[in-house]
């Protein structure tokens, strides 16, 4: 099992950028598909972003495309969401999402239906 943490969240004015990152530790960190969800108040979790094992494959939700970017660094188990041109929607708790579901099997499945583990979220808050 893999235990995530999620840091980096803040308030922040329309149009800033926030670098949020999720420490993993467990198993093989290298081994997971790795995204990230939100969650605003009185909504659901929704996908945001995700990215394969390897590194090979991103996937982003259509709010975020262009603006949002997920990376990785499995030599420090960390994943990270860097987010531009922040807008006042993209006000929620940021989760950080894992598993070991391979690239295909995600490609298939959808991103949004490919993780198990969860962090505890951390806040973004973005002004207008």
């Known amino acids: 099992q893999v235990q995530l943490v999620e840091s980096g969240g803040g308030l922040v004015q329309a149009g800033d950028s926030l670098r949020l990152s999720c420490g993993a530790s467990?198993?093989?960190?290298?081994?997971?598909?790795m995204g990230w969800f939100r969650q605003a108040p009185g909504k659901e979790r929704e996908f945001v972003a995700a990215?394969?094992?390897?590194?090979?494959?991103?996937y982003y939700a259509d709010s975020v495309q262009g603006r949002f970017t997920i990376s990785r660094d499995n030599a420090k188990g960390t994943v990270y969401l860097q987010m531009n041109n922040l807008k006042p929607q993209d006000t929620a708790v940021y989760y950080c999402?894992?598993?070991?579901?391979?690239?295909?099997?995600?490609?298939?499945?959808?991103?949004?239906?490919?993780?198990?583990?969860w962090g505890q979220g951390t806040q973004v808050t973005v002004s207008a």
């Open positions: 990215v394969s094992w390897n590194g090979g494959s991103t």
């Open positions: 467990g198993r093989t960190f290298s081994s997971y598909a």
């Open positions: 999402a894992a598993d070991l579901i391979t690239a295909q099997a995600m490609a298939v499945a959808g991103p949004e239906n490919s993780f198990d583990y």
